[in-house]
Every structure is written in C-alpha cells, then in structure tokens.
C-alpha cells in the first residue's frame, strides 16, 4: 500500500508541475488541482498508514491507543480540501476574466509569437 | 489579568471578521456607510493593538499571561492565540496602515469595484490571525484567508492589466499554499505536534532521521514565506502585481511582504534556536545568501524603473532582502534594528505607494487624448473615469513635492530621519556598537551586507531624484492635480509616524530591543504557552 500511495503522489505531483508549468490558463488550473490532490494524499500519509483503524475513540472507553489511527492529519486534510476546492474555483474566475479581457487563454494575455 | 481582558486577543481576528461579514449584505450604492464601519472598525483595531502592547510589554514572563486557548484546551493539544511584544508590534503595524489605507480609499478608489471595504475586513482579520496565532496549521488558515482577500484586492479596479497581474499572484499563491501544507505535514508527521512552542521544545529530544524530516519540512516551509516575503529569485511575480494593485491595496500590501518576513523570524528564532541542538541556525545561510541577493536585485530594480509604482515595487523586495539578510547573520544585537527597520520601512512604503498616484494623476490628466486611444486598444485604465469626492487641497504641488522629498530621504536612509536610524541601529548591532554583546570579528557576510545596504540606499536615492527632477522639476504639462484632504491627510500621518519615530527613537528602540531580548529567549515564550492554565479551571 505504502507504494501505492506514494506513487500515486509522486505521479500526481510530477503531473501537477508539468501542467503548472505550460503556457494555457486551464493547464495551469488542472495542474494546481493535481497538486492539491497530491498534497492530500501526502498530508493523509504523514498520519501513517493503518487499516481497519478508526480516528475516534468509541463511546465507553479509552481503549488501546495502537488501535486508532492518528485523528489530526485527517482534519487537516479536510480543512486543506475545501480551502483548495475554494481557491480552484476563485481561480477559474480569475482565469474567465483574463478571457475575455485578452481573448486568448494565454497566461501572459498574448500568443508568443513562433516566427 | 482580569477574565474580561483574557478575550481582548481575540477581538482583533473577531472584529474585522465580522464587520466584513456584516457589509456584505449591504448594498453597493451605499458605499460611504461602509467605508465608515470600516474605518471605525479598523480604528478600534488600532486602539485596541495599543492596548494589546501595552499589556504585552508590560507583563513579566507569568504562566498564561497573553496566551488564549481556543476551545479551552490546554496547549499542545488545542490552537492557542498567543500575544507577545512582536506580535503585538505586527498588530499595531497592520491596523495603521490599514486606517490610512481606508481613509485613503474613500476618496474615491472604493467605487472602482465591489466589495472593498468587505475584503479590506477579511484581508484585516487573516493578517491578525497570522500574527497571533501559535499553531503551525491555524496559521495556514489565516494565511490562506488573507491571500484569498488579497486576491480579491488586487483585482479590485479590474482592467486587463490587473486581470493578468492577478493571474500570477494566484498562480503563484497556490502553489506556495500547496508547499506550506507540505511542510506542514512533514513537521507534523516528523514530531507530532503543530503548535509552535512545543515543536520548539520537542526538537532537541528528537532522533537524527525525524530530525532530518522536519529539517526538510522547515525548508519546504520556508520556501512558501520566502515567496510571500519576496525573496530572489521567488520573487519575479511581485513588482507587477504590486505596481497593479490600486493604490490603497499597494500600500496595505506593504506589510504582506513583512507576513512572510515575520513567519520566519519567528520559526527561525523560537524553533531553531540556540536550544535547537544540532538544528541550531537551520537556513539561516540560505536566507543571508537569499537576502543579500534580494537586495542587489531590488537595488538594480529601483534604478531601472521608469515608472514610480515598479520603483516602490522594487523598494519592497530591498526591504524585504534588507530584512531576510539581517535575520540570517542573526546577531542579537541587530535583531532590534532590523525591527525598527520593518516598521519604519513599511510605513513609508505605504506613504510612497499613495502618494504615487497622487502626483501621476496630474500627468495623466495631460493625456487624455493618449487615453483615447488607449481605450481603443483596451488599454486605458478605466478607474481614471472616476469622480474624487471632497474639497481640493490648496498649494497641492508644494505639499506632494514636500511629501515626495520625505518619501525619498526615508527610503534611501539618509539622516535625520527614521529610515537612517533604522539602519544605523542595524549597522550598529552588527558592528557590536550597543555594547551589549562581546567584541566578536566582522566576517566577509557582514562586510558584504554593509556595503550592500549602503548601496541600496544610494540606488534609492538617485532613482528618487531622477524621478522627482521629471515630475515636479521637468514636467512639461502644467497641470496641477486635483487632490482631496482625505487622500493626502493619510500619506501625511503616515509620514508623520516616520518622523515621530525618528524623534522617539529612544522609547521605540527600547521597546524593539525588549522584543529581540525575548525573541531570543524562547524558553519564556515555550514556558508561558505550555504552562498556560485552563480558563476557569
């Protein structure tokens, strides 16, 4: 499982960067999405892997603290997917508005010229 | 501390949160009474951070004192809000240039959008946050809560110009969020813990390999404050985006350089302290290196610009570089200057990046018929339609000129005021003039950070003069322009503060000096936040 993750994280990644690195505004924006889904899962792994753990405590009683998986990345992940999901979107509004602006999906507002 | 004074800390996060939320619903059409809840708002901040440091410079090191515990749990465990001398200094900085922001922006630059004063609010709340906070992933929330009223800011005005300059600033927002979270998780996943304090005790006792984790963590970390600080070569994004942004918002951005500034002195000094044991110092070449270059480059930038706004611009990375290199020599004795610095820099930053426009709105007059043509192309900028509001000032030329002339001598650092006794009591601390630290020798770093310093100081000043010859001195068309007293009244307080400083340079260099004290100190600051007793308990 641990090579899983870690490749899905590292695929996703090195997907994120390419993209965030090509000229087109919608590039840019999947690019960003996947590197926000990499950090996920990255900020999920650093909770350690475990399965069949689960990260609360059940009612009536403390219980053996090897059989729960760590609780706060997994609120850190949630918090960190909807600041993302929020900053995605207001993207995409930024990226409309230089749309039609400059009519072109340039990130610098104009073709390059290949002459 | 009384219970009622116990919730003053938060009432800085609270009040503009609120009052933002609260001018949402509002209609657009009636803007003034907006911008007058949002200047009260914004003035009960500023009294209120006073209090805040009069409280945090007058408390001793007692268990608890300014610290807040959010849900009431006690301090590894739940977020705490903790109040010391710097944040406190970076609270009272915050609201007075947000107050002479405001004012400023009511004159006219408030209706060149929707929602100012609302994203002026939130801007106001994540900053405080930022400031306050002393958990590593809270502090990701209000760093990521200012950046998105940023975002909001710079756009305020629209235009293409904006549009695209926005464009970057996300982009590249996003991306430094993205490695925040994954330095947050590293130093997370290395020690266990996100808040501040106990990371900082914690990182003694740790093994080589988390040790070697959370050092990676740090310096995924630092790359995100560097970009937000400005440092070379992150920092290509910023004299677009600042010289776009409409004038207010420039000046409040001043101080979102000095967020990433004030993260890093923190963490390096709490966390990478001398108590730090092997990680002692961690980054710290990197951020001399990183500083000096920033300073060369912004140097190089001031005499090349042509227009005043990328001149301002660059004015920031060389404080932003001025900084970073002084907290990578770390001297203890320049610590205080470098603080001294901040405040007087980003105040006269804020003053030169209002007053900009002032002075250019003359010239532009001048060229209408240019900006008919522009507007063919989609070019002009479309907020010069804009009607100011108010009564003119009388003798507008003489009091921009004279304003102007602070402006120049404040950024260069020439005496007498502050911004030469800021840098003289860095360049004293380095030399080891305050007396307070053994004789010690001057390595080449040093050397070269002197010499860079002075230099930058010299580009300022001829690109100062070169620009004030060809407004004020060499300006072809004659035409005055029409300034109202709500848009010069702010750059002249801010202005004034500069000069108050310079004459109060005593008190205001003691209070920094009992701030770099205690910044290097951290067992005080871990001790207060750890020991902190529970609310009612």
């Not at chain 1, 609360?56 to 059989?67: C, I």
């Amino acid at each position: 499982m641990e090579i899983i993750l870690s490749a899905a994280i590292g695929v996703l990644t090195a997907s994120g960067v390419y993209l965030l690195l090509r000229p087109r505004t919608y590039q840019v924006i999947i690019g960003l999405s996947l590197l926000s889904y990499a950090v996920n899962l990255f900020i999920f792994g650093m909770g350690r892997l475990r399965v069949n753990a689960p990260p609360v405590l059940e009612p009536g009683g403390v219980g053996d603290l090897s059989r729960f998986t760590d609780p706060v990345p997994q609120a850190l992940v949630l918090t960190a997917i909807v600041i993302g999901f929020a900053m995605t979107a207001l993207f995409l509004v930024v990226l409309l508005a230089s749309r039609g602006f400059t009519g072109t999906d340039h990130v610098d507002g104009r073709e390059q010229r290949h002459d | 501390m009384t219970n009622w004074m116990h919730h003053l800390l938060i009432l800085p996060i609270l009040i503009p949160l609120m009052v933002g939320a609260a001018m949402i619903p509002i209609d657009e059409r009636n803007r003034m009474m907006k911008g007058v809840m949002g200047f009260v708002s914004t003035l009960a901040l500023f009294v209120l951070s006073m209090v805040l440091m009069r409280i945090a410079s007058v408390d001793g090191a007692a268990a608890g004192s300014g610290v807040y515990q959010l849900g009431n749990w006690p301090a590894p465990f739940g977020i705490v809000l903790v109040l010391d001398r710097l944040s406190a200094l970076m609270l009272c900085l915050t609201s007075g240039l947000a107050l002479a922001a405001q004012a400023y922006s009511i004159a006219r630059w408030h209706t060149a959008g929707h929602h100012f004063h609302s994203l002026f609010q939130l801007l106001i709340a994540g900053l405080n946050g930022s400031f306050l906070t002393g958990d590593l992933f809270n502090l990701f929330v209000f760093f990521e809560m200012m950046l998105a009223a940023s975002y909001g800011l710079l756009l305020h005005g629209s235009g293409p110009l904006r549009v695209k300059a926005g464009l970057h600033y996300v982009a590249i927002n996003l991306a430094a969020s993205s490695l925040f979270l994954i330095g947050v998780s590293l130093i997370y996943g290395a020690t266990g813990t996100l808040n501040m304090a106990d990371l900082s005790m914690k990182l003694a006792t740790l093994s080589p390999d988390d040790r070697q984790m959370v050092e990676v963590g740090a310096g995924v970390l630092g790359v995100a404050f560097l970009v937000k600080a400005g440092m070379w070569p992150l920092s290509f994004w910023l004299p677009t985006a600042y010289s776009a942004a409409t004038p207010p918002v420039a000046a409040v951005f001043a101080i979102l350089t000095k967020v990433g500034i004030y993260v890093i002195l923190r963490l390096s000094l709490l966390v990478f302290g001398a108590s730090a044991g092997a990680s002692a110092g961690f980054g710290q070449p990197i951020l001399l290196a990183g500083g000096l270059l920033t300073i060369a480059f912004g140097a190089i930038g001031v005499l090349a610009s042509q227009a005043m706004g990328r001149l301002a611009a660059y004015s920031v990375l060389v404080s932003s570089g001025t900084l970073l290199a002084a907290i990578g020599l770390g001297h203890p004795g320049m610590i205080a200057g470098a603080l001294f610095y901040l405040v007087s820099s980003t105040l006269t930053i804020a003053a030169f990046f209002l007053l900009i426009e002032l002075v250019e709105r003359g010239r532009d007059a001048g060229a209408d018929v240019l900006a008919v043509t522009m507007e063919a192309y989609g070019d002009a900028d479309e907020d010069e339609e804009e009607e100011v509001v108010g009564a003119a000032i009388p003798g507008t030329m003489a009091i921009l000129g004279l304003c102007f002339c602070l402006c120049a001598l404040l950024l260069s650092g020439l005496p007498p005021l502050s911004g030469f006794v800021a840098k003289f009591a860095i360049l004293g601390g380095l030399f080891g003039l305050s007396g307070t630290e053994a004789a010690r020798a001057i390595s080449t770093a040093d050397w070269t950070y002197v010499t860079l310093l002075i230099i930058s100081g010299l580009a300022a000043m001829i690109a100062m003069n070169r620009v004030g010859i060809r407004t004020f001195w060499a300006s072809i068309e004659n035409t005055v322009p029409r300034v109202v007293v709500i848009e010069i009244t702010p750059v002249i307080v801010l202005l004034a503060t500069c000069i108050f400083l310079s004459v109060q340079a005593g008190p205001a260099m003691r209070y920094m000096q009992a701030t770099a004290d205690s910044l290097f100190d951290p067992t005080s600051y871990t001790e207060r936040v750890l020991m902190a007793p529970r609310a009612g308990g």
